[in-house]
């Protein structure tokens, strides 16, 4: 089993978790994600092709004798404690991830025990890359796995998503709890977001690598614009329902189909609807390109879906067209893409290998120069999935190795 755990987190984490509460924890880990193409097609039950990224959120954890969740955040230094059955705090706080998991959990497994846990993560908040659905699958396969349940992950990551649509407020689709279940080391996940059929499909990492561009803004309309997407596809599919009873999602139409009805919509439906319709028809093409490995067609087709994304959906930023501008003119840059939810957050880049760390620093100089922000980039590798970590069994089988994980997929 690979495990890409960067030591100085986990070591940290250790030793918080010992200043904090005292003995030793149980590690659960799961990954961020970066979304090659696909954007905004989860809730519409179309494809998409994300990649589980090495960047994860671990969460120490350690059994009590009451029903208590005492959670410390090393990012914030805040403890807290609550009972699954609490009432819902009434402003967002880095906690409703973790009442939203048990309150979920909770359905599932009336028992939970209560633990105390502490979380680090080094996927930056707030950027795209998924944070809150690392959160919330390593504290939902931490709880499980405390509480002796069966772990199915199909079962783990609904449940998180309900959390998340139905205590955090955000009507997120299942893309980012599912990459971080099912994230396979060396491969993009083909995911079809209504049948939930998951299947790997290898890159070859000696030829491209994805890079993550952090425009390091985030625009504060980020999640209530989010839901009025996801209102508006509902709309427009059931404008297009009108002439087809048997429609459920926009999944079921194609563009030519709909190009002259929607002539008749709101302007805004019709963009929508043309953005999700054509996006479909990229991922399709996406998976056929890299089936084949010819990047150049998977990246062309990234940068279609950037266009897309921001003429027809209008989730885009200054600072991501910016940063994808600056990308395409670079050398060995084979597309350039926003991912996750849009209104700032990273960019991912499809970079021929050898150009890779060339590429990473002149996006980092320009865009640094031309907005006056200063962009985290990184050269990402596809990772396996949320897994449970065991150093203490690998340190007594192989000194200096990496420790041993049990994966949840
Ligand atoms: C956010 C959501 C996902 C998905 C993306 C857009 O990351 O959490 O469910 O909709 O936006 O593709």
């Known amino acids: 089993m690979n495990l890409q755990a960067h030591p100085d987190s986990l070591a940290r984490a250790l030793d918080e978790f010992r200043r904090q509460f005292g003995g030793e924890p149980r590690i659960f880990r799961a990954p961020g994600r970066v979304n090659l193409i696909g954007g ?11 990649i589980a990224i090495d960047r994860s959120c671990y969460v120490l954890v350690r059994r009590r004798n009451d029903r208590v969740l005492r959670v410390h955040s ?9 009972c699954p059955g609490d009432s819902r705090p009434s402003s967002h706080h880095w906690s409703t991830y973790v009442r939203g998991v048990a309150w979920s959990l909770a359905r599932e497994v009336p028992a ?12 930056p908040l707030g950027s795209g890359l998924s944070s809150s659905a690392a959160l919330e ?16 992950p199909v079962v783990l990551a609904l449940a998180c ?5 139905e205590y955090v407020g ?24 209504r049948t939930l059929a998951v299947e790997p499909l290898p890159i070859d990492e000696t030829r491209v690598r994805v890079v993550v561009a952090n425009t ?17 596809c509902e709309e427009a599919a059931a404008r297009a329902r009108q002439s087809r009873p048997s429609l459920r999602t926009l999944r079921d139409v194609s563009w030519p189909e709909i190009e002259s009805e929607s002539r008749a919509w709101p302007e805004n439906l019709r963009r929508r609807a043309r953005h999700v319709t054509t996006e479909i028809s990229r991922v399709k093409d996406a998976v056929r390109a890299l089936r084949a490995s010819d990047f150049a067609s998977l990246g062309r087709l990234m940068s279609e879906s950037h266009e897309s994304l921001d003429a027809d959906y209008q989730v885009t930023s200054p600072e991501l067209n910016s940063m994808v501008a600056i990308a395409r003119g670079l050398p060995g840059v084979l597309g350039a893409r926003m991912t996750g939810g849009g209104f700032g957050g990273c960019t991912v880049n499809l970079v021929l290998a050898e150009h890779a760390e060339s590429f990473a620093s002149a996006l980092a100089h320009a865009y640094e120069a031309e907005t006056r922000h200063r962009p985290d980039v990184t050269i990402c590798r596809a990772s396996d999935g949320a897994c449970e970590i065991e150093p203490w ?17």
């Open 40 to 50: 905004h097609l989860d809730y519409n039950e179309g494809w998409v092709l994300p």
């Open 74 to 82: 090393a990012h914030f230094n805040e403890t807290l404690e609550f």
């Open 112 to 123: 939970l025990p209560g633990a105390n846990l502490l979380i680090e993560s080094e996927v």
């Open 137 to 152: 699958v390593a504290v939902g396969f931490a709880l499980l796995s405390l509480a002796e349940a069966k772990i199915d």
């Open 161 to 165: 998503q309900r959390a998340e649509n």
């Open 170 to 193: 955000m009507r997120c689709g299942i893309m980012d709890q599912f990459a971080a279940c099912f994230g396979r080391r060396g491969c993009a996940l083909l995911i079809d977001c």
């Open 216 to 232: 390091m803004v985030k625009h504060a309309l980020a999640s209530s614009e989010y839901n009025i997407r996801r209102r508006e």
């Open 393 to 409: 069994k690998n340190s007594r089988q192989s000194a200096g190795g990496s420790p041993a994980a049990r994966s949840l997929s």
